[in-house]
């Protein structure tokens, strides 16, 4: 879209496009043959966002609906040809409020029967199976948002899971706290774990000042994704001066490209890619996170969204269910 000096207008104008590029990756999520926790949540609590993003929005969704041009802006070629590889657009459940409506029933009802007894996830949730942080964080940090967003979320369902990351945070601290003493199961550094497990309990109205501090005070120690992460989870409990100075610290790995118009991280996360934390994608979808919280106009958080969108490895969806979630 070419400047103009009427911006909101432009906003408007060009804000069905931008919309249509986060509808574009839902069937993928929708479709994806298999059903793990992950993947269940994944399934519905993004078209969930979005339906409620593109009405909050004031955009029409025949709008949408109808903005059928292959909008991977790294693919060159006749403009009907690509808009003829959109067809499955048909296939999209954001624009029926019904289809919505099911698919979230459908999804509550699987993660509550895979819910453990102890009220935490695994990763198949079945038989035998036992309650994991980074799955439980996940799916916990998936139900609050989609109960934000006009989901129907039963309560215990979420206070049981809450309740569990409780107890792995207590324990994980009193770990940290008794490092000092050179006692057994103790560890020296607050983890990338724990940034996640703390923010979700941030985002469920749960406090722990001491984790908070110790995340601070090892914020080197910790990945960039976990930086951002804990920033978020600083930002929750209203600590704004550790806040930003973990922001600062982030910024060192952020990279301008002023030809493409986009910002990136340098991660240097050649010795942890597999692990969740080492996901490029997911750290620069949770930095952005921070800055919409926080600077929402700033050339950093512009350059991350053109970063994000330039960089879909598959044109509609990025690398797997939970980087394009």
Request: include cysteine; hydrophobic fraction near 35%; charged fraction near 25%.
């Amino acid at each position: 879209a070419e400047r103009r000096p009427d911006q909101t207008r432009l906003e408007v104008r060009y804000s069905p496009t931008i919309a249509g590029s986060i509808v574009d990756a839902l069937p993928y999520l929708v479709e994806y043959p298999y059903g793990c926790t992950e993947q269940t949540l994944n399934r519905f609590v993004p078209t969930v966002i979005t339906q409620k993003l593109i009405k909050e929005m004031g955009i029409d969704l025949e709008d949408v609906r109808n903005k059928r041009a292959n909008l991977n802006p790294q693919e060159i070629g006749d403009d009907k040809v690509r808009m003829a590889q959109w067809k499955r657009w048909q296939r999209n459940p954001v624009f029926s409020e019904k289809e919505v409506n099911k698919m979230t029933a459908e999804g509550i009802k699987k993660l509550s029967e895979m819910q453990l007894t102890d009220g935490g996830w695994g990763w198949f949730s079945g038989w035998g199976e036992r309650s994991y942080p980074h799955t439980t964080a996940v799916v916990v940090h998936g139900l609050l948002i989609a109960k934000k967003n006009g989901a129907n979320i039963p309560d215990g369902m979420i206070k049981s899971g809450v309740t569990w990351l409780k107890n792995h945070e207590a324990k994980e601290t009193e770990r940290i706290r008794m490092w000092k003493k050179r006692k057994k199961d103790t560890k020296q550094h607050a983890s990338s774990m724990d940034a996640f497990v703390r923010l979700v309990l941030a985002e469920a109205n749960t406090g722990n000042d001491e984790m908070l501090g110790y995340l601070f005070r090892d914020k080197n120690e910790l990945p960039v994704y976990a930086k951002a992460v804990a920033g978020m989870a600083h930002h929750l409990a209203e600590q704004n001066d550790k806040r930003d100075a973990i922001i600062r610290n982030i910024e060192q790995f952020l990279v301008h490209d002023e030809e493409n118009q986009t910002a990136y991280l340098k991660m240097g996360n050649g010795s942890y890619w597999w692990y969740w934390y080492g996901s490029e994608i997911e750290a620069h979808a949770w930095y952005l996170k921070l800055l919409a919280a926080t600077n929402p106009k700033s050339k950093q958080a512009r350059g991350l969204v053109k970063y994000l969108i330039n960089n879909r490895k598959h044109s509609t969806y990025w690398n797997s269910t939970r980087d394009t979630a």
